[in-house]
């Protein structure tokens, strides 16, 4: 029978996201027990992303050259789960960011080339498939954060990071049989030309808005993720598993909401969401900032990331929009920018926090509110482009 790779490439994102997620709790965990401070934690998550990012272009450009791409999705998840293994064995600060970030290369290198081929699939309904895929990553937010908090009330986290790559390893021999299944096109080497003409797509004015727009909004997004359990754990006295349990609910919502505001967005325009969302992320983590009690800042904080979180395939697609057709290619830049550049949000929020963990929500809402002035300033597109440029 063959598989419904909607379906298919849903869980196995979810099953290459589950340490990566997992990372949300256990990097923080892995610098509390280490001694180190809100910025140098930033820094781990930074470096986390930064490595992930140079993945990306790499793998986008495979996803557009490549025939056989079902091999190389079927490859990621063991370069997942024995990256983090090994990250799992070592205790030094520098030796285990090192690690971490190789082993999230993997993860990376899954989503360029796995929404490429549902995007080239799906012409039509970009934004949808891309939503539906991204409901793996809620999977890996409801499985992967408690699931890590709970390993780390009973045990430490060392052993949670090797419980949860089990389920990776697992995924990737399911896939070796899923990946014959994965659509092939004619095997070609990029040339000149070809990166030329991305050059000059990605260089005009317009296409530079796009890729700053991208920046300021995953900003604005990890500023909140990677500060959060620092500041539930230290000024709520929130355990680690408490702590995963709230930031799962945070995402819940928006992450299921993605296959709807991409399905929105296919019909009526991306702009429109986009400056939505990123204005009510900039005023309810501007109020996280404000308020003190407990419920209100969760609220707050829970209000952000639905509606960032709830976009995200909205800011993929537009990318796709922005560049016409090299599917793999444009967003394999599109992660770069969100997930490389973005990355350093994660040291100013630590070192936002250092006087006072509730500041990184301050410097939140400044980049999500800078993302509501570059969506405005981008120009308006209408359905009927939209679909011409699904048709080309």
Known sequence: MKPNLLVAFSFGHCANDLVPIGMYILIPA???????SPAEIGLLFMLHSLGASLAYFPAGLLADHVANRGVLLAGTFFWVGFGYLTASFVDGFWTFAIVISIAGMGDAAWHPIATGVLTQMHKARRAYALGVHAIGGYFSQT?????????????DWHVAIRVLAVPTLLMGCAFIFISRHVPRHVNSRPTRADFTAIWRVWTT??????????????????????MTPLYLNANHGLGWLETALVMAAMMLVGALAQPWTGKISDNVGRRPLIIFANAIAAV?????????????????????????VAIRAVLLATALDHAGGREGTSL????AA????????????GLA???????????????????VVLAVATPKRDNASIRATAAE
């Open 30 to 36: 892995f610098g509390t027990a280490m001694g180190l």
């Open 143 to 155: 499985i992967a954060l408690p699931a890590a908090g709970l390993l780390l009330a009973m045990w």
């Open 205 to 226: 004015r317009a296409g530079l808005r796009v890729i700053a727009l991208f920046i300021a909004y995953n900003m604005g997004l990890f500023a909140i993720i990677a």
């Open 284 to 308: 309810a983590s501007l109020f996280a900032w404000l308020t003190t009690d407990f419920v209100l800042t969760v609220i707050a904080l829970g209000v952000a990331l639905t509606f960032l």
């Open 332 to 335: 394999g830049l599109a992660f």
């Open 338 to 349: 969100m997930e490389g550049f973005a990355a350093s949000a994660a040291v100013l929020a």
């Open 353 to 371: 926090g250092e006087s006072d963990l509730a500041n990184a929500f301050l410097l939140a809402s400044v980049f999500s509110l800078v993302a």
